[in-house]
């Protein structure tokens, strides 16, 4: 077992600059060592939303939990935060994790990848049969098709949608 990765760090709370007198948070970790060389692991093991920008060293994911992470060699932030409490269990836990998958490193592949750009909002629109139906419940397919961009699991919602003519043009 190696000595873990992260063993030195501050966490701070900030207002989000484009949101004064939000409710929430972003956390910001500032970390002594470099995580670079654990960020292709984090690629490939982390579960939900991600996208990894090895030239430039930043991993973005968004958890199952809908929190978002960005990853970079010497910092980490996450959003939204609601409370110190919250920020430091959550803090707590992604630097276990980062620590985990350093310490089993040598069994993970690691993903060089990251996604492909979310498809155009268009180019959704011209799979759709564009009737405004609202069979989807949407007001219409434009509205179904932005809806769609960004969570693929509404795809199910339109029954005139084909699953492998979306697959194709998102994969």
């Known amino acids: 077992m190696s000595p873990p990765l992260i063993q030195r760090y501050t966490m701070n709370l900030a207002t989000p600059e484009c949101s004064p007198g939000s409710e929430w948070y972003r ?9 670079a060389g654990v960020l292709p692991y984090l690629n490939a ?11 430039a060293g ?3 994911w968004e958890s199952e939990d809908r929190k978002r992470y960005a990853f970079r060699p010497h910092e980490i932030a996450i959003a939204p935060i609601f409370s110190r409490e919250e920020a430091q269990t959550l803090t707590d836990s992604i630097v276990g ?7 089993r490193r040598g069994e993970i592949k690691p993903n060089l990848e990251g996604k492909k750009a979310l498809p155009n909002v268009l180019d959704i629109l011209r799979l759709l049969p564009r009737t405004n139906c609202k069979e989807c419940g949407s007001p219409t397919c434009m509205a179904f098709a932005a809806v769609l961009r960004s969570d693929s699991a509404q795809l199910s919602r ?4 084909s699953e492998d003519a ?4 998102v994969s």
């Open 166 to 169: 979306y697959l194709k043009l």
């Open 158 to 161: 339109c029954p005139y949608l």
């Open 97 to 103: 994790t980062i620590n985990d998958v350093w310490d």
């Open 45 to 55: 093991a982390l579960k939900g939303r991600l996208d990894y920008n090895h030239k």
């Open 27 to 35: 956390a910001f970790i500032a970390l002594e060592n470099d995580i």
């Open 58 to 60: 930043i991993l973005l």
